[in-house]
């Protein structure tokens, strides 16, 4: 089989490989389609944290199962996705249920190779199947699961005002989970492109241009005063987290889905009179995929829309760069295989 591996930052090696050999407790997929995300962008540029090389990238895929252990519930010729984060089972964090944030997490396409390649063999515990879902559809599950668990772990309550920084991929996500939980959402971004998308394809009808307008009399305007309930960092940029600190309400929470490699700095007095609530947020759990799977279905969620570039497997080193460039209005790429 073929497989792409990013040797170092900016270096692609397509090589062949042998296929996996079935082992006890796996499924072996046929790789269909990988969703191209931050998470690869930054490996590609070599600013992603916990990440080394030569890594084959890819956690947000779907693949056709085509051997499997014996006794699964599974069919033969389904297509699936995977929850790409394998996790010990018996820490601290895995005996709470929080399994996205074990001790001795490792993430497809991280931690471990991922699936661009023509067959990747998962654990059977780490399928996600739902008959009725397309394969677009199978591909957004992760990143939309991410921006699930950020809101999930923000309590949102109806009508709360919810400021995303950040309208990449994952504050997309972001939105139209805090949408679909019932907040008002404020979208603040410095590409202009981005935010007419929240505004033209998401509904969102609250936007802000971080170097165009004042924020902060933005947000008080918006908000009547109050200030954001819930904000909620997409960006991994220090300077945003810092610089969102302000911007949350009294009694309010920071949620950072965002990650980024330096120290978090904001005013422990402004901080400590909000009484503010600072969480981060990390993956997302078999839960927050099954909630994902239920918004879709009920059309809850815009997915034709997230979906801008598609590239085919071959083409994928010559073309991944292209889709670092902002003239390029990427949302979200994929790569297809061959049938």
Same mark, same amino acid.
Request: charged share 20%.
């Given at each position: 089989?073929?497989?792409?591996?990013?040797?170092?930052?900016?270096?692609?090696?397509?090589?062949?490989?042998?296929?996996?050999?079935?082992?006890?407790?796996?499924?072996? !997929?046929?790789?269909?389609?990988?969703?191209?995300?931050?998470?690869?962008?930054?490996?590609?540029?070599?600013?992603?944290?916990?990440?080394?090389?030569?890594?084959?990238?890819?956690?947000?895929?779907?693949?056709?199962?085509?051997?499997?252990?014996?006794?699964?519930?599974?069919?033969?010729?389904?297509?699936?996705?995977?929850?790409?984060?394998?996790?010990?089972?018996?820490?601290?964090?895995?005996? $709470?249920?929080?399994?996205?944030?074990?001790?001795?997490?490792?993430?497809?396409?991280?931690?471990?190779?991922?699936?661009?390649?023509?067959?990747?063999?998962?654990?059977?515990?780490?399928?996600?199947?739902?008959?009725? !879902?397309?394969?677009?559809?199978?591909?957004?599950?992760?990143?939309?699961?991410?921006?699930?668990?950020?809101?999930?772990?923000?309590?949102?309550? $109806?009508?709360?005002?919810?400021?995303?920084?950040?309208?990449?991929?994952?504050?997309?996500?972001?939105?139209?989970?805090?949408?679909?939980?019932?907040?008002?959402?404020?979208?603040?971004?410095?590409?202009?492109?981005?935010?007419?998308?929240?505004?033209?394809?998401?509904?969102? $009808?609250?936007?802000?241009?971080?170097?165009?307008?004042?924020?902060?009399?933005?947000?008080?305007?918006?908000?009547?005063?109050?200030?954001?309930?819930?904000?909620?960092?997409?960006?991994?940029?220090?300077?945003?987290?810092?610089?969102?600190?302000?911007?949350?309400?009294?009694?309010?929470?920071?949620?950072?889905?965002?990650?980024?490699?330096?120290?978090? $700095?904001?005013?422990?007095?402004?901080?400590?009179?909000?009484?503010?609530?600072?969480?981060?947020?990390?993956?997302?759990?078999?839960?927050?995929?099954?909630?994902?799977?239920?918004?879709?279905?009920?059309?809850?969620?815009?997915?034709?829309?997230?979906?801008?570039?598609?590239?085919?497997?071959?083409?994928?080193?010559?073309?991944?760069?292209?889709?670092?460039?902002?003239?390029?209005?990427?949302?979200?790429?994929?790569?297809?295989?061959?049938?």
């Amino acid at each position: 089989m073929q497989e792409l591996v990013c040797t170092t930052p900016f270096e692609w090696k397509y090589q062949e490989s042998p296929k996996p050999i079935l082992q006890e407790g796996m499924a072996i !997929l046929k790789i269909k389609q990988v969703g191209i995300c931050g998470t690869d962008l930054h490996a590609f540029e070599g600013t992603q944290p916990f990440f080394s090389y030569p890594r084959i990238l890819g956690h947000e895929f779907v693949g056709e199962i085509v051997e499997i252990s014996a006794g699964s519930s599974y069919p033969l010729g389904a297509l699936v996705s995977v929850i790409p984060y394998f996790s010990c089972g018996k820490c601290v964090a895995c005996r $709470q249920g929080k399994t996205n944030c074990c001790q001795q997490l490792s993430v497809l396409g991280v931690h471990e190779d991922g699936a661009m390649r023509d067959y990747l063999q998962v654990p059977i515990d780490s399928l996600i199947y739902d008959k009725d !879902l397309s394969i677009d559809e199978y591909t957004l599950l992760e990143p939309l699961s991410i921006g699930a668990h950020g809101v999930r772990r923000a309590e949102i309550k $109806q009508h709360d005002w919810v400021l995303v920084v950040g309208a990449g991929p994952i504050g997309l996500g972001v939105m139209e989970m805090a949408r679909i939980a019932g907040g008002q959402v404020i979208a603040l971004d410095m590409n202009a492109g981005r935010l007419a998308f929240s505004q033209q394809i998401l509904g969102i $009808q609250h936007v802000i241009q971080v170097g165009q307008e004042d924020v902060l009399e933005r947000l008080k305007e918006i908000t009547q005063g109050d200030m954001p309930h819930v904000v909620i960092d997409a960006t991994g940029s220090k300077k945003a987290i810092d610089q969102s600190f302000q911007y949350m309400a009294h009694g309010g929470k920071y949620v950072l889905v965002g990650l980024q490699l330096d120290h978090v $700095q904001f005013s422990h007095p402004e901080f400590h009179k909000r009484e503010g609530t600072l969480m981060s947020s990390r993956n997302a759990t078999r839960s927050d995929f099954e909630w994902v799977i239920d918004c879709m279905k009920k059309g809850l969620i815009h997915t034709q829309a997230f979906i801008t570039h598609r590239t085919h497997f071959k083409d994928v080193a010559a073309r991944f760069e292209s889709f670092l460039n902002p003239a390029q209005a990427v949302i979200k790429a994929v790569v297809e295989f061959d049938s």
